[in-house]
């Protein structure tokens, strides 16, 4: 078999969430967005797709480099794209690494007529979720008060989410960044939820150490379950102190760059105690499996950040399994149980019991509406 083909198709869709200038996501008015589909065919007609690449990058990188490649070499081209990083870090992202190797699992599924995560060797076939919030705002019933993330948490418990967790106000939000309000919110949450239910802290993810040390001293009192990325991730050393100091778990790295060589460093150093990676951080479900299996090696767990199949694919498929998948992001504005337009069905449809379960589907299961996707092409 050998790939023949590498196209892509953007397309246009109505979007009802706008991002801020630091990117972070909250609802908004309907607006026209765009998409984009990478499809990679072989000679034998089994085809792979995913989601979210730039079509000038696979056209004047990638698809010179996999074009007569046998799909199947997924481990040879995922070290080809990743050594032809160094220098086209600016275009060629993990990102774009991550939409090529999902497309080749995909593929290989299609083709042998078996969900990903049993190609990888399944573990388990559902997990359970926890509800991830969008970052705060300041709208008026959205995420804009201490009491409106008690009012959301209350609800998502009632949805059947076994576990909550906030991301905070972050800048432009006035007022934003402000620990005591980060705690004012995590102090609301846990007295409307109890005792019992797992919260997790996301905050503004440049606080000093000092800062991060009041945060983590206040979520201990509050029994939070883990806190996440506080401090600018580049410095490890910030990490380790802060370590050192608390009992409460840090999660982490999740934005750093360096794929699986960075959690190693980071494990190595004992910068955290829960690793952390997903396939659009690493590049791809090829090196989130050799991160998990790193993760392993050191008796460390790993939660996976971010949803979508292809995390779900890896989370069934772990040995020391990551606690939970990540749904969202979730805000009271947006009805987040609605597919993708260009999907016939959710990625992560959760039951009442707080469980995602993987697709029995061959490939990733994405049940895509490719006469959705023809009928909105960008020309
Ligand atoms: O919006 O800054 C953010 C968050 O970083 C979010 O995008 C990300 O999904 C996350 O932190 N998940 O844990
Ligand atoms: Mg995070």
Not at 77 to 97: A, Y
Not at 114 to 139: E, H, I, N, W
Not at 185 to 208: I, K, N, Q, W
Not at 274 to 283: A, F, H, K
Request: some cysteine; glycine content about 10%.
């Amino acid at each position: 078999m050998k790939i023949t083909e590498i196209t892509t198709q953007t397309f246009t869709y109505t979007s009802h969430t706008t991002r801020d200038s630091e990117g972070h996501t909250h609802p908004g008015p309907a607006h026209e967005a765009r998409q984009t589909l990478l499809r990679i065919a072989t000679d034998e007609g089994i085809e792979g797709y995913a989601f979210g690449v730039n079509p000038d990058v696979i056209r004047g990188i990638v698809a010179p480099m996999l074009l007569g490649e046998h799909p199947f070499y997924r481990e040879r081209i995922w070290q080809k794209l990743k050594e032809r990083q160094r220098l086209h870090l600016g275009t060629l992202s993990d990102r774009v690494l991550s939409a090529v190797d999902q497309a080749l699992w995909d593929l290989a599924g299609r083709a042998l007529g078996q969900p990903v995560y049993k190609l990888l060797g399944g573990f388990r076939d559902k997990v359970p979720a926890y509800a991830s919030t969008m970052c705060g705002d300041d709208l008026p019933g959205g995420l804009d008060t201490p009491e409106a993330y008690a009012e959301f948490a209350l609800a998502c418990k009632a949805r059947g989410y076994p576990a909550f967790k906030l991301h905070t106000w972050q800048p432009p939000m006035p007022g934003a960044p402000d620990v005591k309000r980060d705690i004012a919110a995590c102090t609301a949450v846990r007295a409307a939820v109890g005792d019992e239910m797992p919260l997790m802290l996301d905050p503004f993810h440049y606080y000093s150490r000092e800062e991060a040390l009041y945060l983590g001293r206040a979520l201990e009192e509050l029994h939070y379950y883990w806190m996440e990325e506080p401090m600018d991730e580049h410095s490890i050393a910030s990490y380790v102190w802060l370590t050192e100091q608390l009992a409460l778990p840090m999660v982490g790295p999740e934005t750093a760059e360096g794929k699986m060589y960075t959690r190693a460093e980071w494990i190595v150093r004992g910068a955290s105690e829960i690793s952390r990676g997903g396939v659009g951080d690493l590049g791809g479900i090829t090196p989130l499996v050799k991160t998990a299996h790193l993760c392993e090696s050191f008796g460390v767990r790993m939660e996976v950040h971010g949803g979508g199949a292809a995390n779900l694919h890896v989370l069934c498929a772990m040995g020391i399994p990551g606690e939970y998948y990540e749904r969202g992001l979730l805000h009271p504005f947006v009805d987040y149980e609605q597919p993708a337009p260009w999907l016939n069905a959710l990625e992560d449809a959760m039951d009442d019991e707080g469980f995602v379960h993987v697709s029995q589907k061959p490939g990733l299961g994405q049940e895509i509406n490719f006469d959705y996707i023809n009928s909105h092409l960008v020309k």
